[in-house]
């Protein structure tokens, strides 16, 4: 979600404002959720061989694509 702005806040009824904090407490709660589900994830994965792909370091697409040693001849 975009930043909220203090103008767009002002023109709001209280029942707008109410009902937009009601919907952005219940999008915190679920990233509260999602976070602890991921740090299990990290948790169970954390002497495998593999990752899955969103766990794996987002580093930039070049250094992603670079040939490390071992592949150079």
């Known amino acids: 979600m975009a930043r909220i702005k203090v103008y767009e806040l002002r023109q709001k009824t209280k029942a707008e404002l109410l009902s937009q904090l009601k919907d952005l407490k219940a999008e915190l709660a679920l990233l509260h959720v999602a976070k602890k589900q991921k740090s299990a994830l990290r948790e169970a994965y954390k002497n495998k061989k593999y990752l899955p792909l969103d766990m794996r370091p987002k ?11 071992h592949h150079v001849i």
Do not use: G, S
Not at 59 to 69: E, G, N, Q, S, W
């Open 59 to 69: 580093k930039t697409r070049a250094i992603r694509r670079r040939l490390t040693k």
